[in-house]
């Protein structure tokens, strides 16, 4: 069982706690992809997978949950940048499977 950060009293809770967080990121990212090949089959045009204003728009809501959580801004950007990034490389792979 996890307890709070708070309430780790030695480092098996610690650890306890940070392998729990590991497998919900590892399935929530699972979770992002899937969504990303939902994108692949639905859009129509190779070109339309690189969205730009969608990146943007992406960036600008994790900014203000990093704001709205305390956690570090700069940081959020660094670690979603190279998410969103591998998620347009994994769509345009997807997209290009899916259509021979």
């Known amino acids: 069982m996890t307890i709070d950060p708070d ?40 070109a339309a997978v ?3 204003a969608r990146k943007a728009e992406v960036k600008t809501k994790v900014d203000a949950a990093a704001v709205a959580l305390g956690v570090d801004r700069a940081l959020m950007a660094r670690i ?13 792979v997807v997209f290009d499977e899916t259509r021979g």
Do not use: N, P, W
């Not at 979770?31 to 090949?37: E, I, S």
């Not at 979603?80 to 345009?92: N, Q, R, V």
């Open 7 to 46: 309430q780790c009293q030695a480092m098996t809770d610690v650890r306890t706690g940070v392998d729990d967080v590991d497998r919900r990121i590892v399935a929530l990212v699972a979770r992002r992809f899937g969504y990303m090949a939902a994108a692949a089959r639905i859009k129509l045009d190779r």
């Open 80 to 92: 979603y940048e190279d998410l969103i990034e591998t998620s347009i490389a994994h769509e345009f």
């Open 50 to 52: 690189r969205d730009e």
